[in-house]
């Protein structure tokens, strides 16, 4: 018995002593094979005005679309003066020059090398005077141009903007005013003449606090909390009036290991003017930074803390596994094995560098699976590592076998990282195949990871014309590519790559509204209800909408008899339709709205997010797990990179056939993308922004007028005979810039007031700005630029002036010019549908 006991003995001595050399030589290799990803190496530039640090400017390893850049304005001190430091972090620069361009990057203004610079405590300072080559009141893009020991070139962009009327340093000291006092009750009760508070406000967490949220929540709740440094700060948007200003800071409380960091962001929007500086948008936002070596962990929990970004978190089919995201970390915990494995960020936890915080990227989980694998991409600019100063698409597999991520794919990008992160939140799919969709510059693309191929899937996408639903596993779009044409819907599982054809009966087109769920949503018309409104503009009115499913054909149908949809929206598992019924002249008038239930259930998940109410906290969040958490036994990883031979690059190719575009920034960088401008404004107005097209010039900014104005060149003028009100108001606007026609033939054989305005006012951008709201359209006014409203019986009249009680109106029919209520007047606009047509002037 004993003999069997000892060579049972020798046999497991023997086994565990080959595994721990297997476990060693594996190791030893597994090492070899990867690597850390590399710390950051360029430098970083700091504008300077009227001794103020302003827009901190990250190098660019590439040239980029200038048109797009647009994260930052710097003001040009007299003299058109610019001073700046370069802050080295240990490279050696041999060379200075600077690029100064039209914001749409064509034109050339100036490209002058700074011949002397010294070098400092690892910093450069340098004070420059542009040419008198720009015009005051106009913005240029400033590239500055670095040139390393090494011979690589590193570009850094900011628009600049001369002017002795834009009042930034007392807009500056304002903000920063603001900010300070906020740590002090006592000093900060001088910031509530400045504050909305009202019932629009949530004063029940810290994570996001607003304009309209109480005083005690602007001033930090119960927390003492203290900054940790100086904020940066950065000038989003500036003009005579108002500015936008960006301040980025961390905040702590509590001492030793007790203590807690927190990101904060505040966003301002304001108004000088002589008298005082008013307050139009503040928003701040607050998120705990994770710290797994901490107490985040138990009772079934992670602890996130105060949170005023959205966390995302995807777990696995059988929730065994789940991954999250916070403060731009990529974090997965395996159950079964409780690991927890930091996957990707470009902040180390234990090394703090303003290059790598710089949060113009984001990190998206597209799979997880039961074994602890986790696919994900970042996207924007590339903080450091492989691709540092490059603004791509990069996606990853992490390998919770070996635990070690290894890059599958990188797409490279020359626009900038905010436009670029905004499109990709359209639609970013990746199949178990490993084939990844995205839909850029209007167009689908699928991407191999294996053969790192790329193929279109359709082209020249039209706002409108497709959807996506939000998983983003399904995607439909009109064959034709035309709204009101489209006799063909293409419905694609991006899962399998199957291809779903419906088709319209005869006499009919069909258009998607969007999803429920993963259920497509769409609505057929009959082309003889088709019809233009008098803008021009046609009718799309469905008189059937239909909910289908890919492989069980139509789930439901709404129809209602002489009632027809003109658009949908999905909101939970709800349906709101917009509605109109058609009169007996043919045109259409709206009704209520109504709305279609989805009356399935979703399926819960195993892991998912809660908040939880705290007394010093007030509203935390944190991840609730299937399982409970040993924290004793649980595994910290941080995986290594594999390293590889050759490139991952797939390069695709610019969309040539992007159209006219609309770009709406704000707080959060890029808002929206749009085709439609009158959507366009719309967001922007929510959001506070501004519209810019693809010359980067504005179409629409927030709040930039004054209190009055008046196009007194324009008078009242009374329609002759055989001459309608729109005819009027249309040769107006045409004398108005010089021009002499006769609208009323040009009308009577068939065109539409667009196309006319189009046609006979040259350097403009006529916009159709339907659905828009009178204040938003003032903005025009402001700028000397007639608004034709049209009413719903053909009428037309011309918006030519402002106050702040009342609005000045043209009237044809009068032929007078008088003021309405500003009440009354959007009142009248309203139930007109806020039919309004206008244009800005182009920049030559």
Not at 350 to 376: A, P
Not at 385 to 408: F, L, P, Q, W
Request: with cysteine; proline share 2%.
């Amino acid at each position: 018995m004993k003999k069997y006991i000892i060579k049972a003995i020798i046999v497991i001595a023997v086994f565990f002593m080959s595994m721990t050399v297997i476990s060693r030589v594996m190791n030893k290799g597994n090492t070899d094979m990867t690597v850390e990803m590399s710390k950051a190496s360029y430098p970083v530039i700091t504008m300077q005005y009227q001794g103020i640090e302003i827009n901190t400017l990250h190098g660019y390893a590439d040239a980029m679309e200038i048109n797009y850049m647009r994260e930052a304005i710097t003001p040009l001190m007299e003299g058109r003066r610019v001073s700046c430091k370069i802050s080295c972090y240990g490279q050696e620069i041999e060379g200075i020059r600077y690029e100064v361009r039209s914001l749409d990057g064509e034109r050339l203004v100036e490209d002058t090398a700074i011949p002397e610079f010294s070098e400092e405590n690892d910093e450069i300072t340098v004070n420059f005077g542009l040419k008198d080559l720009i015009d005051s009141g106009r913005e240029y893009m400033l590239v500055m141009i670095l040139t390393t020991s090494s011979g690589n070139e590193i570009r850094y962009y900011t628009r600049v903007l001369y002017g002795d009327n834009y009042y930034a340093a007392e807009k500056l000291d304002y903000v920063l005013d603001f900010s300070e006092r906020t740590f002090d009750k006592e000093r900060a009760k001088e910031l509530t003449k400045y504050l909305e508070s009202n019932s629009e406000g949530d004063n029940t967490t810290l994570g996001k606090v607003t304009i309209h949220s109480s005083f005690q929540q602007v001033t930090w709740g119960s927390l003492s909390v203290k900054k940790l440094a100086e904020p940066r700060i950065t000038v989003r948007e500036l003009a005579s009036q108002t500015a936008s200003i960006l301040l980025d800071y961390m905040v702590y409380e509590g001492s030793g290991k007790n203590t807690i960091y927190y990101q904060v962001e505040e966003f301002y929007r304001i108004r000088y003017t002589s008298d005082r500086m008013y307050l139009l948008d503040y928003e701040r936002t607050m998120n705990q930074v994770f710290d797994d070596s901490g107490k985040v962990f138990g009772n079934k929990k992670i602890y996130l803390g105060i949170t005023g970004d959205e966390v995302p978190l995807t777990e696995s089919s059988g929730g065994g596994v789940a991954a999250f995201v916070t403060g731009r970390r990529l974090y997965s915990y395996n159950i079964a094995d409780n690991k927890l494995a930091y996957l990707f960020g470009f902040t180390d936890q234990d090394n703090q560098d303003e290059r790598d915080s710089y949060d113009k990227h984001d990190i998206q989980i597209l799979n997880v699976d039961e074994g602890g694998n986790v696919t994900f991409m970042v996207y924007g600019y590339m903080n450091r590592g492989r691709h540092e100063g490059k603004v791509g698409i990069s996606v990853y597999y992490y390998d919770g076998a070996v635990n070690t991520i290894e890059e599958m794919l990188y797409v490279p990008s020359s626009q900038s990282p905010e436009l670029l992160m905004a499109e990709v939140k359209e639609l970013s799919y990746i199949n178990k195949g490993g084939t990844l969709y995205l839909l850029l510059d209007n167009v689908l693309y699928g991407i191999s990871s294996a053969s790192r191929s790329c193929d279109v899937i359709v082209k020249d996408l039209k706002e409108g014309c497709y959807q996506v639903s939000d998983s983003n596993q399904m995607v439909v779009w009109q064959k034709e590519n035309e709204l009101y044409e489209g006799t063909e819907l293409i419905l694609m599982n991006l899962n399998t790559g199957v291809q779903s054809h419906i088709k319209a009966e005869n006499g009919e087109a069909i258009a998607p509204i969007g999803f429920i769920g993963d259920d497509l949503i769409y609505g057929a018309a009959r082309k003889d209800d088709i019809v233009p409104d008098e803008t021009g503009n046609l009718v799309f009115p469905m008189y059937s909408v239909r909910i289908e499913n890919e492989t069980e054909g139509i789930l439901k149908e709404y129809h209602q008899e002489g009632i027809y949809v003109t658009s949908g929206s999905v909101n939970g598992n709800q349906i709101n339709l917009k509605r109109v019924t058609r009169t007996e002249a043919g045109t259409y008038e709206s009704v209520s709205d109504d709305q279609i239930i989805n009356a399935e259930t979703q399926t819960e998940s195993s892991n998912y997010l809660e908040t939880v109410a705290v007394d010093l906290y007030e509203t935390v969040t944190q991840i609730a797990l299937k399982e409970d958490i040993n924290t004793d036994s649980m595994k910290h990883l941080t995986p290594r990179e594999v390293l590889f031979e050759g490139g991952r690059n797939i390069v695709i190719a610019a969309s040539q056939e992007r159209g006219d575009r609309y770009y709406v920034y704000g707080k959060n960088g890029v808002e929206g993308i749009f085709m439609n401008e009158g959507n366009a404004v719309r967001l922007a107005s929510d959001v506070s922004g501004v519209v810019v097209d693809d010359t980067g010039s504005y179409i629409w900014m927030k709040g930039n007028r004054s209190l009055k104005n008046q196009i007194m060149a324009i008078q009242g003028m009374a329609a002759e005979e055989n001459q309608g009100s729109l005819a009027v108001c249309l040769d107006t606007i045409l004398e108005y810039e010089g021009i002499s026609r006769n609208t009323q033939y040009l009308l009577d054989r068939g065109e539409g007031v667009l196309q006319i305005l189009k046609d006979n006012l040259e350097q403009t951008r006529v916009l159709d700005l339907t659905g828009v709201s009178l204040d938003s359209v003032l903005y025009y006014v402001n700028q000397d630029i007639p608004v034709l409203v049209m009413t719903e019986e053909g009428e037309a009249v011309l918006l030519i002036g402002f106050n702040e009680m009342n609005t000045v109106i043209m009237n044809p029919a009068t032929g007078t010019v008088y003021k309405m209520g500003m009440n009354d007047s959007k009142d009248w606009f309203e139930k007109n549908g806020n039919r309004f047509i206008t244009y800005v002037r182009m920049e030559q």
